[in-house]
């Protein structure tokens, strides 16, 4: 294992967040390299390695590009299209963060001997007992510790997070400060990097460029109420996720939800909201950070969405090795795919995938 040094490699997308943090890890002694990744560059766009190649030379930190685009496709971009084609619900972000962008950034670093590494997630870390966690960050409108659930000691040793300890608002005041005019008047990132526009059309593109038009794939499929009762046509049902309630296309005299998505029918069940409730969930590919915290807890918060919800829960493994949640209050749209994050006093002590 390297031993500490205080060098780090900082991942720069050239947004504002981790261009401040570029400012903040030079101002706390680090020796910075910064790297972007070539994950998707819509229409052939290199603005964000060229916006970060351009601050680090002003920075006087050294910047390498790295061509990432091969594996961004299939990890990531093959596993959306995927799981929506399997009437599934993908967590993109959440995937890259843990299995793509942290270990690509600790492989690089092992290569040039450096020991850190560093983004600009809105994060914080603490060691407690010999165990490293990841822990809200200051500012709880920016907090993004739901998508890094996944990551091993080995990786959370040598994170920094500069972020952590300010608000977005003092990141850009910080940016200003030091004369980056540009750094701190950027807007925020929005959603999927590759998909900013509505996933269905982001679908429907995908197999038009294999030559293949969406309604050959998919056609059109039947809404069903819960007695497998037919209410009505939809598009295919790759086009609607469990919980959606807007966008069906359908006009009833009640309000209605995707119940279930059956992909080999190509049918999708539509219920009243009530119906969607659940008291338990299942979870595959999970993560423990520690488990005799998580497990030894009959008190867990399970987040399964980034905002505006919190859970109490207990979780055991069962026999065939999938995590079981036993939600204390009810859930609604529990959709198989997305990501379940937990913490307990503020530490995040991990996560899985809905099954
Ligand atoms: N293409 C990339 N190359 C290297 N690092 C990246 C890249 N994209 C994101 N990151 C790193 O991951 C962090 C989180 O990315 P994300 O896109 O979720 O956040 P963000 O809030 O938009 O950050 P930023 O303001 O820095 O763009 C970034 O702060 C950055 O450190």
């Known amino acids: ?59 006087g930190i050294a910047h390498i590009t790295y061509d990432a685009r091969t594996l961004f496709r299939e990890q990531i971009m093959e596993y959306f299209v995927r799981e929506y084609m399997a009437g599934r619900t993908p967590v993109p972000c959440t995937l890259c963060n843990n299995f ?66 300010i608000t977005k608002a003092e990141a850009r005041a910080q940016a200003a400060d030091k004369g980056f005019h540009e750094v701190s008047v950027k807007k925020d990132s929005l959603g999927v ?27 059109r499929g039947k809404f069903i109420d819960e007695n497998g009762g037919f209410i009505g046509w939809h598009e295919g049902y790759p086009f609607y996720t469990v919980g959606q309630r807007r966008g ?9 939800f995707v119940k279930e998505i059956d992909p080999l029918k190509n049918e999708v069940t539509l219920a009243p909201l009530q119906s969607l409730e659940k008291t338990e969930m299942l979870l595959k590919d999970w993560n423990m950070v520690c488990a005799d915290r998580l497990l030894g807890d009959d008190d867990v918060i399970v987040k399964i969405r980034y905002r505006k919800q919190e859970n109490h829960c207990t979780v055991t493994v069962t026999p065939d090795n999938l995590l079981h949640v036993q939600l204390h209050e009810s859930l609604a749209a529990i959709a198989p795919g997305q990501a379940a994050a937990f913490y307990k006093d503020g530490l995040l002590l991990g996560g899985g995938i809905i099954v």
């Not at 560093?118 to 822990?135: L, N, Q, W």
């Not at 069906?248 to 309000?255: F, K, V």
């Open 1 to 59: 294992m390297m031993e500490e040094n205080k060098r780090v490699l900082l991942g720069m997308s050239g947004g504002t967040d981790s261009s401040v943090a570029a400012l903040r890890l030079l101002e706390a002694g680090y020796e910075v390299t910064g790297v972007t990744f070539r994950f998707y560059e819509i229409d052939g766009s290199t603005a964000s390695s060229d916006d970060a190649r351009e601050l680090s030379e002003k920075l």
């Open 100 to 165: 793509l962008k942290w270990p690509l950034l600790a492989r690089i670093a092992d290569e040039m001997g450096v020991y850190h590494i560093a983004t600009g997630h809105y994060a914080r870390k603490v060691k407690m007992d010999d165990t490293y966690y990841i822990t809200y960050a200051a500012d709880g409108d920016k907090d993004q510790t739901f998508f890094l659930w996944g990551l091993p000691q080995e990786i959370l040793r040598r994170m920094l997070l500069p972020m952590g300890d």
């Open 193 to 219: 990097c590759f998909c900013p526009m509505d996933y269905r059309s982001f679908l429907k593109r995908w197999f038009a460029d294999k030559g293949q038009s969406f309604a050959e794939v998919v056609g």
């Open 248 to 256: 069906l296309g359908i006009h009833l005299n009640r309000a209605v």
